[in-house]
């Protein structure tokens, strides 16, 4: 399997914290073009990377007795992505890199797979952030499901302020088939929870 180093580069820090939040706002209508990978490393970072070798490989957002349930994939459209080919990707936090999983761009069939929601076409990438509920469930019985959806909001809100403070947009995206998207991105053990469609926005105002 492909692996590829991501350039860690997530160190833009143009918004204070308030500004970002002031910004976010859910973004539907996405340019063409394409994004940076150190875009997309800064996002993937957010979402859920380390940020200390103490405590149990720390990560940007907090986890139920560190027990890490979450991962992030990404769909990249063709020509999505500078210097990334067109594929599906698994993010790899301990390495800060990706895994290549596939080599078709799915934008399309993601579109089909959220009922037809026409702006994951266009989006740049698309994150999917799935879940291993069983990581948690061992420690904490069935009230670790309800640990694991805690902790996907954390991580869904540090990957909007993070696109905020890039100048891009998403969405959560949360309307799909569970089957077809988990046929889309090869998932066996994990469980699709939410998508996130990241792009430049279409209107050059959108954040001003
Ligand atoms: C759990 C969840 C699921 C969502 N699913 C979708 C979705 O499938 N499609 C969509 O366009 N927006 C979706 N949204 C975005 C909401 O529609 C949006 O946050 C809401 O309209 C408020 O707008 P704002 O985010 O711009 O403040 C979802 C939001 C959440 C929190």
């Not at 698994?90 to 078709?104: C, F, P």
């Not at 569970?178 to 105002?205: C, N, S």
Request: glycine residues 8%; proline residues 3%; contains cysteine.
């Amino acid at each position: 399997m492909e692996k590829i180093k991501l350039p860690g580069s997530h160190l833009s820090e143009k918004l204070s914290l308030n500004e970002a939040l002031k910004k976010r706002i859910s973004c539907r209508n996405f340019s063409p073009k394409s994004i940076l990978m150190s875009q997309l490393s800064s996002i993937l970072w957010a979402g859920q990377g380390v940020i200390s070798q103490k405590y149990d490989q720390r990560r940007t957002a907090p986890s139920a007795g560190s027990t890490f349930p979450l991962e992030l994939m990404v769909a990249v459209r063709k020509e999505g992505v500078d210097e990334l080919e067109a594929g599906l990707y698994q993010y790899v936090s301990a390495d800060h890199g990706l895994k290549r999983i596939g080599e078709t761009d799915i934008a399309r069939d993601i579109s089909a797979a959220c009922f037809n929601q026409e702006f994951l076409k266009h989006a740049a990438v698309t994150v999917l952030i799935a879940s291993n509920n069983e990581r948690t469930t061992r420690m904490y019985a069935e009230r670790g499901e309800r640990y694991v959806y805690m902790e996907s909001g954390a991580v869904m809100q540090n990957i909007a302020l993070e696109s905020v403070e890039l100048g891009l947009g998403t969405v959560i995206v949360g309307a799909f088939d569970d089957e077809a998207i988990a046929g889309l991105f090869g998932l066996e053990t994990l469980r699709p929870l939410a998508l996130m469609p990241v792009g430049y926005p279409k209107d050059k105002a959108f954040y001003v």
